[in-house]
């Protein structure tokens, strides 16, 4: 992407600079490598590609969350998903390395390595955002935000705001450490995309409050819910994903992109030295996020990545490990190398240790590629653990595992909360609170209120608290359904998401129900 020659009219985004800022915003999902071998997801977050040979820019705690003091599960390699398509999700197509980081910043740089598909990157020529000057932008100025927050689907999500001012942070020197802004920033969001009106990069959407010790506002009263003419505390909470939130400048990225190799038209050595004082922080080569071992020279398959979605060319879109109840097709995405043509092989699926399906064939693939193989049910596949192994001549070549409803293991959390009344506050008795099960939608649920559209449920005591029956997976998201004598009823649409490193037992916030 190149700046245009014309003069821009101050004004939002235009629809084709949209076009063109889209393809070069990826989704970072951070693989973990299973007992068998396989790749699944253990976070994900966003990043901007800003030089078309792959290089990357993101947030230092999507890239490598430990590197920031964060609890995190361990992972093995970091995966790159690009959209061709606005109304399409991003299908995982590289995997990228940490090439240079710095902590204090919160921001990493990644460069793509490899293609999922064994296929040589050398030669690439990515769409990518040019880097604008943070230092130029001002109040009231327009912003355009672009991500993968969690709250919004599995497609690219795009916001819009003003630049509402900034911030300085003590552990920095330079006069903006922060770009405040309006423009909605949720979890999942964090390392993406924020230009100006012309469509250049000036920031990164970093965190949900702009600024230290701030504690950003998930949930605030907004609206004259009780219709007493005044907004106050005695008004439902209503959910805004932080009031105002933090981008950190491009400017502050600068050193740290140029250290890792990032080509920056117009910014001299001298400059970048000059920044790199003003933000007051050395920059870091590499990660200690190390490549992931092959399976060895004499290996003829990659590892397996399992998902409800391939795009045109095979590519899986939404890796994970634990799919939904009532899932009705999977596929197993590998490379393949050094394969012969004619060569006997075979396919076997099992569940909970039983074998369901076992097909032999002839190799007839080629060489060296990709493979996505299918698994389906028109009824859907029954709940429970399941094995692929592939293999030929007796000897196992690839094999991965994957859960359909939920896998027993020791990643649940013991979940606690309350439900009060909205306008006095207090704890209301016998309330229902269900949690539907991951990919079950809230509306199918009040349609047909179906108890196997459940994953658990809870009634509240005397004083309003719950809790639910079963522990629940963490990483997932599960709609959420409140009902009680003389309240209104509350659906929520994806409204309690676990993250991956919440505690084993955890307390929600109080929810509000309106009388009925």
Not at 195 to 215: F, R, S, W
Not at 393 to 398: C, H, I, S, T
């Amino acid at each position: 992407m190149a700046k245009h020659d014309h003069d821009h009219v101050h004004g939002e985004i235009d629809r084709h600079e949209i076009r063109e800022t889209l393809p070069a915003v990826v989704q970072i999902i951070a693989l973990q490598k299973k007992m068998f071998g396989n790749l699944s997801s253990a976070w994900t977050g966003s990043g901007t590609i800003v030089d078309s040979r792959g290089y990357i820019l993101t947030n230092c705690h999507v890239a490598n969350p430990r590197a920031m003091g964060m609890r995190s599960p361990a992972a093995n390699r970091l995966g790159i998903a690009v959209c061709e398509r606005s109304d399409e999700p991003p299908a995982l197509t590289y995997y990228a390395d940490i090439v240079a980081q710095s902590p204090e910043l919160d921001l990493a740089v990644l460069k793509i390595s490899e293609r999922i598909d064994g296929k040589s990157i050398r030669g690439l020529k990515l769409p990518f955002v040019p880097c604008g000057d943070s230092d130029d932008i001002e109040l009231g100025d327009d912003l355009s935000i672009f991500g993968f927050p969690g709250i919004g689907g599995d497609t690219v999500t795009f916001t819009s705001g003003n630049v509402s001012g900034f911030t300085k942070q003590r552990a920095v020197r330079a006069r903006r450490a922060f770009i405040k802004t309006d423009a909605t920033i949720a979890g999942g969001n964090s390392g993406g995309t924020a230009v100006d009106h012309e469509g250049y990069l000036v920031g990164v959407p970093t965190q949900a409050a702009a600024g230290e010790g701030i504690n950003p506002v998930d949930a605030r009263p907004v609206v004259d819910t009780n219709r007493d003419g005044r907004v106050d505390t005695r008004d439902t909470p209503m959910a805004i994903g932080g009031f105002i939130n933090g981008l950190r400048p491009i400017n502050l990225a600068k050193p740290l992109m140029m250290e890792a190799g990032v080509k920056l038209k117009g910014v001299s050595a001298v400059k970048t030295r000059q920044a790199a004082k003003a933000a007051g922080n050395t920059t870091k080569r590499g990660s200690g996020l190390r490549k992931s071992a092959g399976r060895g020279a004499t290996s003829t398959m990659g590892d397996m990545v399992f998902s409800q979605r391939v795009n045109r060319q095979g590519l899986p879109i939404g890796p994970n490990e634990v799919f939904p109840s009532r899932t009705k097709q999977l596929f197993a995405t590998f490379d393949f190398n050094d394969m012969r043509n004619g060569t006997k092989w075979e396919q076997t699926w099992t569940h909970n240790g039983n074998i369901v399906s076992q097909q032999a064939d002839k190799w007839k693939n080629g060489p060296r590629g990709r493979l996505s193989l299918a698994f389906a049910s028109k009824q859907g596949l029954p709940d429970g653990t399941y094995h692929l192994a592939v293999s030929s001549k007796g000897a196992v070549l690839a094999e991965g595992d994957f859960a359909i409803g939920r896998r027993q293991n020791d990643n649940d959390t013991e979940l606690s909360g309350g439900v009060v009344d909205a306008r006095t506050g207090r704890g209301i008795s016998s309330a229902l609170v269900i949690a539907l099960k991951p990919g079950i939608r809230v509306n199918d649920f009040v349609r047909t209120q179906s108890p196997d559209m459940a994953y658990t449920s809870a009634k509240t005591n005397r004083s309003g608290k719950f809790t639910f029956k079963k522990q629940l997976p963490r990483g997932q998201a599960y709609g959420l359904v409140v009902v009680a004598r003389g309240y209104q009823d509350m659906a929520i649409e994806g409204g309690l998401r676990l993250a991956s490193n919440i505690p084993e037992k955890a307390e929600m916030q109080p929810i509000p129900l309106q009388k009925g």
